[in-house]
């Protein structure tokens, strides 16, 4: 079945992302838009996808559990988790390579961690907007041991990706799937033999995906969208 997907947007959590980007507001607009799967992304934290994915569930949306990291390269990454158990597991690790620089709102934007009635239950101290320490093969290794999925992200981009920042793909890292930015060309050749993803990186309502980009998948659950992102 082809299911239509957005598995890239930003909540209230990111600075950089909209106050508008609540759970709430966020699944509401996916079912508008008549999206069939989602993922939020927020940098370098996993705060809000509980409770996106509990308001997802309700109205039939399969949501994958993610966020988008930031390597000591300055690359982002973004990762996938089958369950947010498994999220959760990944966090507790990934939370001790953070630099715990505070937060400066009033230059980068407020960080609000929220509940499904889109209450806020808390504003995230340390900036968000800043490299972990951890490089990306070693985020990649963490991934993987959790059972999750890593993508570079906005590959052809020209800040924060793999070809402005590492200039190469790893070939340790076994990368097989991609996601490429649809604002700049691509180069041709460097991406052909990998599972290529289209999202909005949505930081804002309006930008959310219309149902354009599909995974073909055997069914509508995590482990059947995991099995395509991994090109099987
Ligand atoms: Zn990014
Ligand atoms: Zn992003």
Request: proline share 5%.
């Amino acid at each position: 079945m082809k299911l239509y997907y957005d598995l890239h947007m930003h909540s209230c959590l990111s600075p950089c992302g909209d106050e508008t980007m609540t759970p709430n507001n966020i699944v509401n607009m996916s079912a508008l838009k008549g999206l069939d799967i989602i993922a939020v992304t927020d940098h370098n934290h996993c705060g809000n996808v509980a409770p996106v994915c509990e308001l997802a569930n309700a109205q039939g949306i399969l949501c994958i559990p993610g966020m988008e990291v930031q390597t000591r390269e300055e690359v982002h990454v973004l990762c996938y988790f089958e369950t947010l158990e498994h999220m959760q597991a990944f966090f507790e690790i990934f939370d001790t390579y953070r630099l715990c620089l505070p937060n400066r709102p009033d230059y980068f934007g407020e960080q609000y961690l929220m509940d499904t009635t889109d209450s806020i239950i808390d504003t995230y101290a340390y900036t968000l907007i800043t490299s972990m320490d951890l490089s990306f093969e070693a985020l990649i290794a963490l991934v993987k041991q959790h059972g999750g999925i890593a993508i570079p992200a906005h590959v052809n981009k020209g800040s924060n990706s793999i070809l402005a920042n590492l200039g190469f793909m790893p070939k340790s890292a076994d990368i097989r799937t991609v996601e490429i930015y649809k604002g700049a060309p691509l180069p041709p050749g460097i991406f052909d033999h990998y599972v290529q993803l289209f999202n909005s990186d949505a930081h804002a309502l309006a930008a959310i995906s219309e149902p354009e980009y599909y995974l073909e998948v055997d069914e509508k659950t995590a482990a059947a969208v995991f099995k395509c992102l991994r090109g099987a």
